[in-house]
């Protein structure tokens, strides 16, 4: 069932968990992630990031991913991942999308509260959610900029606790992704995550948080983010990374490599690897769909 990113992260909020929010730029991805959703018993979000256009345009993958999630059992929110058009955000709210997010870390202050009034004012009149982003990771979903790395290496901008309240207010926006300590891609060495700046956010609006960036980070830190406020967390990297591993090792052992059965094979590995997170991410909380 369609489920709005506001009423999802509400859940979320309700039951002290993180919803994990799962790129799906391939169908195998996408039935992984609603599949074990409804094994679980747990919500997730399901993204298609402007990023991966060349991958699968939304004009394709916009309307399977809506598709799946109105036959689901589980509550699924369809949302745009990292938009940086607004032209293009429209395009999927004609689609169908309930969650939305306008990324407009990259830009001036000024220009990214202006133009996530806008977002806000666009997503609203299709009762969407937006999610928006203040500080930066530096790198880019899209991989404009370095991808992976440490935070420091990737230039990363943590948000500001005090700016917290002025930014959502000025934005409208309904969700906040924040930056403490992550990076976009495969991350060099150990994680150090600033749980201070994430607990003076939390201290200073009762907005959901959101958490990009998660390779690399441990099952524990995790916990103490979402404990810490977080509500949403974007999953991607790991998981395309277990499903290619998984291709990778079933081609050793093909006489004919077939490409069915390394759909098969992603799929399967993609149900495992989400199957650990989302039970991460749950917190504790006890099957709630």
Same mark, same amino acid.
């Given at each position: 069932?369609?489920?709005?990113?506001?009423?999802?992260?509400?859940?979320?909020?309700?039951?002290?968990?993180?919803?994990?929010?799962?790129?799906?730029?391939?169908?195998?991805?996408?039935?992984?992630?609603?599949?074990?959703?409804?094994?679980?018993?747990?919500?997730?979000?399901?993204?298609?990031?402007?990023?991966?256009?060349?991958?699968?345009?939304?004009?394709?993958?916009?309307?399977?991913?809506?598709?799946?999630?109105?036959?689901?059992?589980?509550?699924?929110?369809?949302?745009?991942?990292?938009?940086?058009?607004?032209?293009?955000?429209?395009?999927?709210?004609?689609?169908?999308?309930?969650?939305?997010?306008?990324?407009?870390?990259? *830009?001036?202050?000024?220009?990214?509260?202006?133009? %996530?009034?806008?977002?806000? @004012?666009?997503?609203? !009149? =299709? +009762?969407?959610?937006?999610?928006?982003?203040?500080?930066?990771?530096?790198?880019?979903?899209?991989?404009?900029?370095?991808?992976?790395?440490?935070?420091?290496?990737?230039?990363?901008?943590?948000?500001?606790?005090?700016?917290?309240?002025?930014?959502?207010?000025?934005?409208?926006?309904?969700? *906040?992704?924040?930056?403490?300590?992550?990076?976009? %891609?495969?991350?060099?060495? @150990?994680?150090?995550? !600033? =749980? +201070?700046?994430?607990?003076?956010?939390?201290?200073?609006?009762?907005?959901?948080?959101?958490?990009?960036?998660?390779?690399?980070?441990?099952?524990?830190?995790?916990?103490?983010?979402?404990?810490?406020?977080?509500?949403?967390?974007?999953?991607?990297?790991?998981?395309?990374?277990?499903?290619?591993?998984?291709?990778?090792?079933?081609?050793?052992?093909?006489?004919?490599?077939?490409?069915?059965?390394?759909?098969?094979?992603?799929?399967?590995?993609?149900?495992?690897?989400?199957?650990?997170?989302?039970?991460?991410?749950?917190?504790?909380?006890?099957?709630?769909?």
């Amino acid at each position: 069932m369609l489920v709005n990113l506001r009423d999802i992260t509400a859940i979320a909020e309700q039951n002290n968990m993180a919803i994990g929010a799962f790129n799906s730029p391939s169908l195998e991805s996408a039935r992984a992630a609603i599949d074990t959703a409804e094994k679980l018993g747990y919500p997730v979000v399901i993204d298609h990031a402007q990023g991966h256009e060349e991958i699968t345009p939304l004009d394709v993958m916009g309307p399977v991913l809506i598709a799946l999630a109105e036959r689901s059992t589980a509550p699924v929110c369809v949302h745009l991942d990292h938009c940086e058009d607004l032209s293009y955000m429209r395009r999927a709210l004609e689609m169908g999308f309930n969650g939305a997010m306008f990324d407009g870390s990259f *830009l001036p202050y000024e220009r990214n509260c202006e133009l %996530g009034h806008r977002a806000a @004012e666009m997503c609203h !009149s =299709f +009762d969407c959610g937006l999610e928006c982003e203040l500080g930066s990771m530096g790198s880019r979903e899209a991989g404009a900029k370095v991808e992976g790395g440490t935070a420091e290496e990737a230039g990363a901008i943590y948000t500001d606790p005090d700016q917290a309240n002025e930014f959502i207010a000025a934005t409208g926006c309904d969700i *906040l992704a924040v930056s403490f300590g992550t990076v976009h %891609g495969l991350y060099k060495g @150990e994680p150090h995550l !600033s =749980f +201070d700046v994430l607990n003076q956010i939390r201290e200073r609006t009762l907005t959901p948080l959101v958490m990009h960036g998660g390779s690399g980070v441990s099952d524990e830190d995790y916990a103490k983010a979402i404990d810490a406020g977080i509500r949403k967390i974007n999953y991607f990297t790991y998981g395309s990374k277990a499903a290619g591993e998984a291709v990778a090792a079933d081609l050793k052992n093909e006489e004919v490599p077939y490409y069915h059965k390394m759909t098969m094979t992603a799929y399967d590995a993609f149900c495992k690897d989400y199957e650990h997170v989302m039970k991460v991410f749950a917190n504790g909380a006890k099957p709630i769909a």
